[in-house]
C-alpha cells in the first residue's frame, strides 16, 4: 500500500438492502463510474453521509435519491462499520480522489410500495440506467470485485430478514 493510499481518510458511506414484500432485494445497473468499461455495475443502493447527517438519515436520502422510493422503513442497522479499499488503479481517481475507499453503515428497509414507486431518474444525475430484484445471494456475484467482501457479509447478516422469501421484521 502505497503512502497516498495509507493517509488517505475513508468516505463514510450509508448502504441500503432494500427488500420487496417477496423477499427479494433491489439491484440497481449503474450509469457511470470510474470503473473500467467492462467491470460488473450491478449493485445496491448506496451513498455518501453529509456533514452533520447521522446514518439513518443518510440510508433514507440516498434510497430517496437512487430509486425513488420513499414507501420503505427501516427494520435493521448492522452493529458497526463495513469498509472497503480501493485497487490501486482507482486510487486518486475514483470518489473525487478524495478517498481510499468507503466506511459503510449497512441498513434493510423494509419496501412497503409497489414497482411504480421506483423512479430512477427520481434526481439528477441518474445513478442507474436499469434495475431488477434479485435474490440476496446473487448480489455478491454481480458487484465489482473490491466489494464483493462487504455483500458476503451483509447477505449472511440480513439472511434472516429475505429467508424463505418471506421478509421477517
Not at 458497526?80 to 473525487?96: D, F, R, S, V
Request: charged share 25%; aromatic share 10%.
Amino acid at each position: 500500500m502505497s503512502q497516498t493510499e495509507i493517509t488517505l481518510p475513508y468516505r463514510p458511506c450509508v448502504g441500503i438492502v432494500l427488500i420487496n414484500r417477496d423477499g427479494l432485494v433491489w439491484s440497481g445497473h449503474r450509469v457511470k463510474g470510474d470503473l473500467p468499461p467492462d467491470a460488473p455495475r450491478w449493485q445496491l443502493p448506496q451513498g455518501g453521509i453529509d456533514t452533520g447527517e447521522v446514518p439513518e438519515t443518510a440510508a433514507r436520502r440516498e434510497v430517496a435519491e437512487e430509486t425513488g422510493v420513499t414507501k420503505a422503513r427501516v427494520i435493521y442497522e448492522i452493529q458497526g462499520w463495513l469498509t472497503y479499499n480501493l485497487p490501486p488503479e482507482l486510487i486518486g481517481k475514483a470518489l473525487k480522489g478524495r478517498f481510499r475507499g468507503q466506511r459503510q453503515k449497512w441498513f434493510a428497509m423494509q419496501f412497503e410500495g409497489t414497482d411504480e414507486d421506483i423512479n430512477i431518474s427520481a434526481t439528477e444525475p441518474k445513478e442507474f440506467d436499469d434495475w431488477t430484484w434479485r435474490h440476496l445471494g446473487e448480489c455478491a456475484d454481480m458487484v465489482v470485485d473490491f466489494k464483493r467482501d462487504i455483500y458476503l457479509s451483509i447477505a449472511a447478516q440480513f439472511a434472516p430478514f429475505v429467508a424463505s422469501g418471506t421478509v421477517r421484521a
